[in-house]
T-cell receptor, first 110, second 115 residues
Framework: GIQVEQSPPDLILQEGANSTLRCNFSDSVNNLQWFHQNPWGQLINLFYIPSGTKQNGRLSATTVATERYSLLYISSSQTTDSGVYFCAVKRGSTLGRLYFGRGTQLTVWP | ETGVTQSPTHLIKTRGQQVTLRCSSQSGHNTVSWYQQALGQGPQFIFQYYREEENGRGNFPPRFSGLQFPNYSSELNVNALELDDSALYLC??????????????FGEGSRLTVL
């Protein structure tokens, strides 16, 4: 399978700060998604970004597929951004198989 | 709101029992996959169903089995429950005409505790 490494494992910020989360993967992929897991366990889709750059409000993401990494940027952090952020990748034709990293636990203090 | 619904949300079983979890996929999606997430870990792929057949499986024993129905909803069955089966079980739907974009959408999960 594909190895997915996320860094940092833990991140503590004050409200208003900016942050960058990184995802490295070990092989070429044809799908990459970023998720935010809320306290109840649901995975919320942030970005579907196999390559290139996307922005959605205070969040943006960049995937450089040739170099096998993706970055998630969070600007002007809010307490509601707290939670676990997962990067997940897919390779090949098994449509529903994602390989997940272990996540970055983000805590934003007021 | 992803349109993927799971039931039950929480349940408690004892070792050796059997459990069935259910998932309704997002409208228009024809592929359902199941994941197990242990505490502090990322989700692990169990298997995927497409056109009512299993067509991809992760490293899980045969006591983990599933079904997909003609309306694309799905069940996950786990027999002979073990303590290590305690986890959050997540269902995801994807696909659609032409395979869709490949983006997966997850339900809220079923949290299983095995005593």
């Amino acid at each position: 399978g594909i190895q997915v490494e996320q860094s940092p494992p833990d991140l503590i910020l004050q409200e208003g700060a900016n942050s960058t989360l990184r995802c490295n993967f070990s092989d070429s992929v044809n799908n990459l998604q970023w998720f935010h897991q809320n306290p109840w366990g649901q995975l919320i889709n942030l970005f579907y970004i196999p390559s290139g750059t996307k922005q959605n409000g205070r969040l943006s993401a960049t995937t450089v597929a040739t170099e096998r990494y993706s970055l998630l940027y969070i600007s002007s952090s809010q307490t509601t951004d707290s939670g676990v952020y997962f990067c997940a990748v897919k390779r090949g034709s098994t449509l529903g198989r994602l390989y997940f990293g272990r996540g970055t636990q983000l805590t934003v203090w007021p | 709101e992803t349109g993927v619904t799971q039931s039950p949300t929480h349940l408690i079983k004892t070792r050796g029992q059997q459990v069935t979890l259910r998932c309704s996929s997002q409208s228009g999606h024809n592929t359902v996959s199941w994941y197990q997430q242990a505490l502090g870990q990322g989700p692990q792929f169990i298997f995927q169903y497409y056109r009512e057949e299993e067509n991809g499986r992760g490293n899980f024993p045969p006591r983990f089995s599933g079904l997909q129905f003609p309306n694309y909803s799905s069940e996950l069955n786990v027999n002979a429950l073990e303590l290590d089966d305690s986890a959050l079980y997540l269902c995801a739907s994807s696909g659609g005409r032409g395979g869709g974009t490949g983006e997966l959408f997850f339900g809220e999960g079923s949290r299983l505790t095995v005593l």
